[in-house]
């Protein structure tokens, strides 16, 4: 008895620590880096604005219009890249599901071919495609997975990739204006609040990597920080010439 409970525990354990990182990031990654692309790309724009020496109003405008566009064009490039992908998709799995009805022998032995060139021995590999087979939308769902390497049943949103890439990169282009709607007079608050929201991007997309914290967000601040300054001496630049 105690024996199977010493084994029973062992088990446990293993189950317990055999976990691995989501490696797709799930939704967390395209959230945070949709908030990371408005945060930079809106920052940058402001402080190029801002270089010119163009009054405070201007700058503000700025801020609101690049959040407005740039949402509106991340949503509008999610829906038309994720809706194109899905067409392709489904256009594929109208082939397979046309194969699977005109030739379902031969879509059955070419099951079971996958599984042997996977190690699985020819007569068992034969017996499972035959089992699996039986079922038309399991027998498509399997030549999916196998030959394309997608889950019919989980194909992505068009609408809900691009509300969620409007929102995360509205949310993130934000953050530079915010100061200015909140009563500051100057571009440094903004500055301030955007490099500290880069840091802290930074810091949760190490959630799915390996990499620790401070490195990541300090990585983020870095690269948008120097895209803020290379902006504001282009607009500085640019508004001497101009002016």
Avoid at 114 to 136: C, M, N
Avoid at 208 to 235: D, F, K, P
Wanted: hydrophobic fraction near 45%; charged fraction near 20%; include cysteine.
């Amino acid at each position: 008895m105690a024996i199977i409970e010493t084994e029973a525990t062992l088990h446990e354990a293993h189950r317990d620590n055999h976990t691995h990182r989501d490696v797709n990031g799930g939704w967390l990654r395209p959230a945070v880096f949709g908030a990371m692309d408005g945060l930079v790309s809106n920052l940058a724009l402001m402080t190029g604005v801002a270089g010119g020496s163009v009054s405070q109003q201007t700058v503000v405008l700025t801020g609101l219009a690049g959040l407005a566009a740039g949402a509106f064009s991340m949503a509008a490039g999610e829906y038309t890249s994720v809706a194109s992908q899905r067409e392709l998709v489904e256009a594929e799995l109208d082939v397979e599901r046309r194969e699977l009805r005109k030739h379902p022998k031969d879509e059955e032995a070419e099951l079971a071919a996958l599984y042997q060139a996977r190690g699985v021995e020819p007569g068992l590999a034969r017996e499972v495609a035959r089992q699996l087979s039986k079922d038309p939308e399991q027998a498509l769902e399997i030549h999916a997975r196998e030959e394309l390497g997608i889950d019919p049943g989980d194909l992505p949103s068009p609408t809900v990739a691009a509300v969620s890439s409007f929102g995360s990169f509205a949310l993130g282009a934000l953050l530079p204006v915010l100061p200015y709607l909140l009563g500051a007079s100057s571009l440094w608050p903004a500055v301030l609040v955007a490099l500290l929201g880069l840091f802290l991007c930074g810091a949760v997309v190490a959630k799915v990597t390996a990499r620790s914290w401070w490195y990541s967000g300090l990585r983020q601040l870095a690269l948008g920080g120097a895209a803020a300054g290379v902006t504001y001496a282009l607009g500085t630049l640019f508004g001497t010439a101009v002016g």
